[in-house]
């Protein structure tokens, strides 16, 4: 499975974000992408989350499902995480594992993966911003998807969390998924960089 | 694709102001024959000399419509083609076709005066074209909602073409309301079989306000994409002053759709 | 189907446990109905008159001011990302999330209407016309309505704006709803005529609002 992105122009509001822009990952890669504040990270996941349209360029996922868009075949763990105060931990991410469907694991087991499995009858409003990370975690795990877009996914994540994140993430590669990750921490697990704006 | 999109705005400029000045002449002889062949009509046997504003009345109500149609196939335009001119086209024709659907109302409740005794009455007509022009203002509200354009232009599309499929329905519910309330109204606007004395003015005074609209929604459409370059350089002026002091390069690829050429 | 209905009954249930989110609408309608006999004057034979037309001016009102943050919820907390991204078309969603929003918000003002109904010494014939109308007819309003709540979420703004694009689009509802309702209490009317076509504006919506609301949406997530 490859993704890959070709001669990508961004506009948002009337200003160019990035014009020109490539990247491919294969399965079993991830790629941290890196740049200044504003430089369009969160634009690109965006992009080929479906949720921006191009004003060029094309997105493309070589071996995927042929019956499904591009990004019926992502998670998009953005900065807020559509969670909702008011149900449980559980209600919570069995709606989304129920909503989103295709292949799903079971989801105490996946809620015990990222160390909620005491806070599952909780109210999610309840909860502290890295636990709620945490939850979202849980999601990306639950529902498969082959391409996770990870949007500064260790914020709000203490360093046990990022270990935590870490290795899950090593486990996704590893099962032949393929990670895009904006980022300005070191994502900590081996990737290669994309590096876009900047180029003075 | 960029070459097309970036073309279209400057090339559309360049030709509309050849020919606007050619537009408002005609504008103005067809409207001069128009007003003076309406004054030469015969007054009405019945209503006298206030059957004259039906010169005025009839081709502002007809435009009202028509203009609301210019907006539907342009946010078609929008939502379906992405043509960068279709939300400038959509955003420039709102004012104008608010202000046909104004006159329309006023003319329509000066012409009835006579006749109903009051300035306004709830006929079905009337009330139509006064649902229409909540319905301008509405959309011209949503205009202004909105700082940047291309967001608003999804918007207002979307409503636009909602109220195209809306207004028949609304047309026809007032229609039935009307006769269920009122059901011995005998007046009939724009009348059913005319004259040829006053079909042949009437004619001319459409066409001539067909081309009076033509006329200002190109010069008003000249007017908003001025605006967004003008908007555009504002930005880039201000990502320059921004970003100056890390890397110069910044902003120099900034561009609006529609503004940059 | 699993999706969809999963999406009605998180919302159904939110409605619920979110401070009577869905309560808050009935409350705004009794307090509307209570408005009005201080407004014409608390003649019993007027407020009987005027009471299908005080009803459904309520329930237009209620529903229309309920639906304001039916996107705009899920679009802050980053939700309607991911239903844009599923599987199931943003039309079906956008459906879905206005038949939740109906049982959770529409169908109690119906339930409130017989109560009311005393208040403006309506009797039971007539406060059943106006009940059945209501039913036939809160589903139009919900999904026209929903048209607006859409745009809210492209423009970041609610509220009055909402109201005012939304409202004339109403207006062919609320004529058919009251001249049904009144069709029964006074004729000269046959009730079917009118109920039928609010039945008929009631499936129009059903398939515009949703395809309107998806249009606005998609790709309006700025």
């Known amino acids: 499975m490859r993704l890959s992105g070709h001669g990508l122009r961004c506009v948002r509001g009337g200003r160019e974000v990035f014009a020109g822009l490539e990247f491919a990952a294969a399965s079993g890669q991830a790629v941290a992408v890196t740049g200044r504040n504003g430089s369009g990270k969160t634009s690109l996941l965006r992009l080929i989350a479906g949720l921006l349209v191009p004003a060029a360029g094309t997105i493309a996922l070589d071996g995927g499902d042929a019956e499904l868009t591009v990004p019926e075949q992502c998670h998009y763990l953005g900065h807020r995480d559509a969670l909702k105060p008011a149900l449980s931990v559980a209600e919570n991410l069995v709606f989304w594992a129920d909503f989103l469907g295709g292949e799903r694991s079971d989801a105490a087991e996946s809620l015990a993966k990222v160390g909620l499995d005491h806070a599952t009858h909780l109210p999610a409003g309840f909860l502290s911003a890295g636990q709620r990370r945490r939850l979202s975690l849980a999601r990306l795990l639950t529902v498969r998807r082959p391409v996770w877009l990870l949007d500064e996914p260790t914020n709000a994540l203490d360093v046990a969390g990022q270990d935590m994140f870490g290795s899950l993430m090593r486990e996704h590669l590893a099962a032949g998924g393929l990670i895009v990750a904006a980022t300005h921490a070191p994502l900590g697990i081996e990737s290669r960089e994309l590096r876009i704006g900047g180029v003075a | ?261 | 189907m699993t999706a969809l209905s999963a999406l009605i009954r998180r919302d159904i249930r939110i409605a619920l446990r979110v401070g009577g989110g869905a309560l808050i609408g009935v409350l705004f309608f009794l307090t509307v109905v209570v408005l009005m006999p201080f407004a014409v004057g608390p003649d019993l034979a007027l407020l009987s008159r005027l009471g299908p037309a005080i009803l459904w001016l309520g329930a237009l009102l209620a529903s229309l001011l309920t639906l304001d943050r039916l996107f705009m919820a899920d679009h802050e907390d980053g939700s309607l990302d991911l239903i844009t991204m599923s599987r199931t078309p943003l039309e079906l969603a956008c459906a879905a999330k206005a038949l939740a929003h109906w049982l959770a918000a529409g169908l109690p003002l119906i339930v409130a209407t017989p109560v009311l109904g005393l208040l403006l010494n309506l009797d039971m014939v007539a406060t059943g016309a106006v009940a059945l109308t209501l039913l036939a007819g809160t589903p139009a309003l919900t999904f026209t309505g929903m048209i607006g709540a859409a745009l809210a979420v492209t423009l970041h703004r609610g509220g009055l704006l909402m109201a005012v694009l939304v409202l004339p689009l109403s207006i062919p509802v609320l004529i058919f709803g009251v001249a049904a309702s009144q069709a029964v209490i006074v004729g000269p009317m046959t009730f079917g005529a009118p109920f039928s076509i609010l039945c008929a504006l009631s499936l129009v919506s059903l398939v515009v609002g949703p395809f309107a609301a998806a249009a606005s949406l998609r790709h309006g997530l700025d």
Do not use: C
Request: glycine share 6%.
């Open chain 2, 1 to 261: 694709m960029t070459l097309i999109d970036l073309a279209n705005p400057t090339r559309f400029l360049a030709l509309t102001a050849r020919v606007l000045p050619w537009l408002a002449a005609a504008t103005v002889i067809l409207l001069a024959i128009g007003l003076y062949q309406s004054a030469l009509a015969p007054d009405d046997y019945q209503q006298g000399a206030t059957v004259k504003i039906m010169f005025i009345h009839v081709p502002n109500a007809w435009l009202s419509m028509f203009v609301w149609g210019v907006m539907s196939i342009a946010s078609l335009g929008t939502l379906v083609w992405r043509h960068p001119l279709a939300d400038v086209a959509a955003k420039a024709a709102a004012p104008i076709g608010a202000s046909f659907t104004f006159l329309a109302l006023l003319t329509g409740s000066l012409w009835g005066r006579p006749m109903w005794g009051t300035y306004w009455e709830w006929d079905a007509r009337l009330t139509s074209v006064l649902i229409l022009f909540l319905m301008y203002l509405g959309l011209m509200a949503l205009w202004r909602a909105v700082d940047d354009p291309s967001r608003a232009a999804r918007a207002a599309a979307v409503l636009t073409l909602v109220g195209a499929i809306n207004l028949p329905i609304i047309k026809f519910s007032v229609d039935w309301w009307n006769t269920l309330h009122q059901p011995a109204s005998v007046m009939r606007m724009g009348g059913s079989a005319l004259d040829k004395s006053f079909l042949i003015p009437l004619l001319v005074m459409a066409i001539a306000f067909t081309l009076l609209f033509v006329t200002l929604h190109l010069a008003a459409m000249r007017n908003e994409i001025l605006r967004r370059r003008v908007r555009s350089l504002q930005m880039m002026q201000a990502s320059r002053i921004a970003f100056s002091g890390e890397s110069g390069s910044r902003g120099e690829g900034a561009s609006n759709e529609v503004g940059a050429a």
